[in-house]
């Protein structure tokens, strides 16, 4: 007789640890000695025989298998086999038969051919063909051998749906009898088994099975909603009738659970969705088993709808070490308070806006470096309002240069008043700049950092743009002050110096300062020579 077999994902070395208790337990049984397993060791075998994924057919006579008998007997009793699957069981007696240290396929070969063991014959017969979930029915039947001979004081096992739940001895004719309580399991039909497990020598398990018809009432559930889209942050109302008494609910939404109980077939349930997030969502309604009324669930699509607003920003250039201003506009306005995330670099605001305009006062420390950085504006969320955020890159004028072009002004005005007493009638290249000079390059120094005047190639790149300062605001009566950057003032300039050449070397003393000033990159020796060539072209001597 064949035996069916799955191996699954059955290893070599699982196969080995099997085989190796094999062959232990079965020298333990032939020097007549108990099986040294006990109740966990048991239960490791079973699992074991469970996790190689071994099938057997339940219609498979078992082979010398006394001895896997006596140890459930001796280590569990009846009571402790109640509730066991019954698969298992035979599992564990087919990988406790007693072979040699084989390959998978030798056992296989072996279980097949080996006819140690002598066949028996079981039968089942119900006394009802159905019945009612939770009621009780008889079983009984017969166990014989192959000449009819009945078997006497044998263990017979009942399983319903596979779990063992009741046990029998048989009679001096190998009979057995046995009351059944039908659990509680919703389905049409079921089958009830009879398993003999032998705790004899030399005899051959053997099974029976019946069907029984389950009868139960199937519960009616009936649910209702205040609508299937909801604003965020309003409440949703779930009410509806449940047949079969009071019933407990279990509602399911968004990863919530939540628990109901019907009272004379009515339910209702009120579900905050400000717990929730705007999204699709799925509700679901279980209702558990009642006795004879089965379980039922429903599930409904809801909506949480939330507002998503907009932001627009403004203020694009910010002055590091002075406070200046950022505007935010929200769309579409917003009743209530909203709070606001604002981060700019190292500075981190927390600000709670109640109008749909809002201007933020920000200093920004003097630390932060001149250029270009980003703008970041969060609204967390508050039902129904959702959280958003928004972004914008903002220009960063460090203080640092604004102390320079306001140090340089002093010395602007000098030059002015020298030009004045002259009347213009001096060129550029006879401006008398030796006083000047030194006025703004005293002026330039005291805001920079000590550290960064310490390097001789950026003090010679602000002489340079001293002196070329001086001799254009010489030349064209325009001061320096009222708050312009270089930037600014060389195109004030530009449209009273005649000479192209002064314009290029001013513009290119400009750039060379920011980024000796400003850049992380220290200036070399080519950028101070290219210094004085600018400044050569702004005085040409």
């Known amino acids: 007789m064949l035996i069916n077999s799955t191996l699954g994902n059955l290893t070599k070395a699982k196969l080995a640890s099997i085989i190796g208790f094999i062959n232990a337990s079965r020298t333990a049984y032939s020097n007549g000695q108990a099986p040294p397993l006990n109740t966990n060791e048991l239960s490791t075998l079973i699992n074991l025989a469970s996790s190689s994924h071994l099938t057997i057919p339940y219609n498979v006579p078992l082979i010398n298998t006394s001895m896997i008998g006596e140890l459930i007997l001796n280590s569990t009793g009846v009571q402790g086999l109640l509730g066991h699957s019954a698969g298992l069981l035979l599992a564990a007696q087919y990988m406790t038969t007693a072979l040699g240290n084989s390959t998978l396929s030798q056992l296989i070969s072996k279980l097949a051919s080996s006819s140690s063991a002598m066949n028996t014959t079981l039968t089942i017969n119900l006394t009802s063909g159905s019945a009612a979930v939770g009621s009780t ?19 017979i096992l009942v399983t319903v749906n596979g779990r063992v739940i009741a046990s029998a001895v048989t009679n001096s004719t190998g009979f057995y009898t046995v009351n059944i309580t039908l659990p509680y399991i919703y389905v049409n039909e079921t089958s009830v088994k009879a398993l003999f497990i032998p705790v004899n020598k030399g005899l051959a398990g053997s099974t029976a099975e019946a069907t029984v018809r389950l009868l139960f009432n199937e519960t009616r559930l009936v649910i209702h909603v205040n609508g299937t889209v909801v604003k965020w942050g309003d409440y949703l109302l779930i009410w509806g009738n449940v047949t079969g008494g009071d019933r407990a609910i279990i509602v399911r939404v968004g990863g919530l659970s939540l628990n109901a109980t019907s009272i004379n077939g009515r339910f209702n349930l009120t579900i905050p969705t400000s717990v929730l997030r705007p999204s699709n969502i799925t509700l679901l309604i279980y209702v558990k088993p009642n006795l004879t009324y089965s379980p039922a669930e429903r599930a409904l699509n809801i909506t949480v709808v939330g507002v998503r607003p907009s932001i627009r920003l403004s203020g694009t250039v910010l002055l590091a070490g002075l406070t200046s201003t950022i505007r935010i506009s929200i769309e579409p306005p917003i009743k209530g308070n909203l709070t606001l995330l604002v981060n700019l670099g190292p500075l981190d605001r927390t600000v709670v806006a109640n109008s749909p305009t809002v201007t933020i006062p920000i200093r920004l420390p003097l630390t932060l470096g001149m250029g270009f950085t980003t703008l970041n504006v969060t609204i967390t969320p508050n039902p129904p309002i959702e959280g958003v955020a928004a972004t914008v890159r903002v220009l960063v004028v460090n203080l640092a240069q604004l102390a320079i072009l306001a140090a340089l002004a002093p010395a602007a005005l000098v030059a002015v008043r020298l030009t004045r007493e002259v009347r213009h009638r ?25 550290a960064r005047l310490s390097d001789p190639r950026v003090k010679a ?25 270089f930037r600014e003032y060389l195109a004030l300039v530009s449209g009273r110096l005649t000479d192209g050449e002064v314009v290029k070397g001013l513009n290119g003393l400009i750039a060379l300062a920011e980024e000796a000033l400003y850049s992380p990159r220290l200036p070399t020796d080519s950028d101070v020579d290219a210094a004085l060539s600018y400044l050569a072209m702004v005085i040409r001597r």
């Open 137 to 155: 029915i008889t079983a009984y039947g017969r166990l014989t051998l192959p000449n009819g001979t009945g078997l006497e004081g044998q263990l």
């Open 426 to 450: 001096a060129p550029v290249t006879q401006t008398p700049v030796a006083v000047t000079v030194e006025a703004v390059v005293k002026s330039l120094r005291q805001p920079i950092p000590s």
């Open 461 to 485: 790149i602000l002489d340079s743009l001293a002196k070329a300062i001086t001799a254009v605001g010489a030349a064209t009566g325009i001061a320096f002050g009222g708050g312009l950057t």
